[in-house]
């Protein structure tokens, strides 16, 4: 029987191969630490008790670190975390940049 030339598929299929050596680059960065900082929310309910930590920046090896620093905190997001310092607190920590071990080399 003859192969038959199919363009369609090999399109997808380069594709498909081009995906995963994208794949490879996007996970193989290791995040050596990421930096956080703390935001209040400055308006008409101010918290009072946060205005010392305004501007506090934390460099963590770990985020989950947050969860030890504020007993009652909470992540909503990979990149936000609710530090509920006292009830009512609308403060919220964001990560501001990730650090990588060394230059991630494309193709690797
Ligand atoms: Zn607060």
Redesign the pocket.
Known sequence: MLRQHDPLRESMERAFMGFQALRGVVVAPRVKCSVWRFN??DDDGL?E??EKYHGDVYELDDPADLLGMFEYGEFVDDDAFL?N??PN???IIMKEEEVLFGEVSEGE
């Open positions: 209040v929310v918290c008790d946060c530090p310092v006292h607190c609308r403060c």
